[in-house]
């Protein structure tokens, strides 16, 4: 059923400042977004959605049904262009600037950018109301908030974020990841740098974190990686990390303060 809240013709303005209008809900959406794939499923937008990223795993049943065109940063822009979207749907980070540029003259290109929760839930409210789904974006969007809001104000503990090994990356002040460890109680040690900074071992015992977090994307990290760690920083309690809990902005984020807050009673427990 079509929302009566939004109206057509719609202008948008995305992250990029670039400006368009939609004269209907759209009918052919590619998303080379992972976490904005789920959320289009979440909002019931299934025969709409046309086109995927081979990253886009979530929900698991859309791969083998949709059309793929490569990665988040490389795509086949002539399968895209066959597909006939009316919508594509990009993000700064994850996608490149030559894509979306190649990518503009097929279709609408939203593209967003998703530092903090409050960017996470406008997005999410921008994306209802471009499909028509307006009233079930901000139920959603509301039962986030809502969730992140009833979070207990955390005991401060200063920790460190690894995405990636050889070279050891970590988080900066100007991510998604850091405003999540935030809401935790997690003071991110490395919070001077910006986007992803490459430390070295020699970084991670100045700063001495309480709590070291190895996330599970876009670096696989298991419990054998732990080993190294623990004996590098043997005062941290070392926890391997969902990244996609910490990472992915769309309709994942329902399930994300309950995962902060058994992480943190976790680290209750003396590693």
């Not at 080379?32 to 049943?61: K, W």
């Not at 876009?218 to 990472?247: C, I, M, Q, W």
Request: proline share 7%; aromatic share 8%; net charge negative.
């Amino acid at each position: 059923m079509r929302s009566k809240q939004t109206s057509y013709p719609l202008k948008l303005v995305d992250a990029r400042g670039a400006t368009f209008t939609l004269s209907c809900p759209p009918r052919r959406i590619v998303s080379l977004v992972p976490s904005q794939t789920e959320l289009l499923a979440d909002l019931g937008l299934d025969e709409q959605v046309v086109g995927l990223t081979r990253f886009c795993v979530h929900p698991s049943d859309w791969k083998p049904r949709k059309t793929i065109v490569g990665g988040t940063k490389q795509v086949n822009v002539e399968c895209i262009r066959n597909l006939e979207p009316d919508l594509i749907l990009a993000n700064l980070e994850e996608n490149t600037r030559e894509m979306v540029e190649a990518l503009d003259a097929i279709a609408p290109v939203y593209v967003t950018d998703v530092k903090t929760i409050a960017n996470a839930l406008g997005m999410i409210r921008t994306v209802g109301r471009m499909t028509d789904r307006a009233a079930k974006a901000e139920t959603l969007a509301t039962e986030i908030n809502e969730a992140f809001t009833a979070l207990p104000a955390f005991a401060p503990l200063r920790a460190t974020y690894l995405i990636w090994q050889n070279p050891t990356m970590a988080v900066g002040h100007d991510t998604f990841i850091h405003d999540v460890m935030a809401q935790a109680g997690l003071v991110n040690v490395f919070g001077d740098r910006t986007r992803y900074p490459e430390i070295t071992d020699e970084d991670l015992v100045a700063t001495q974190p309480e709590v070291l977090l190895l996330s599970s994307e876009p670096y696989p990290f298991k419990e054998k990686h732990t080993t190294p760690f623990r004996t590098l920083l043997p005062d941290a309690a070392v926890h391997l990390a969902n990244g996609e809990l910490f990472s992915w902005y769309g309709s994942r984020l329902r399930h994300t303060p309950a995962y902060l807050h058994r992480l943190r009673q976790e680290m209750l427990v003396v590693p």
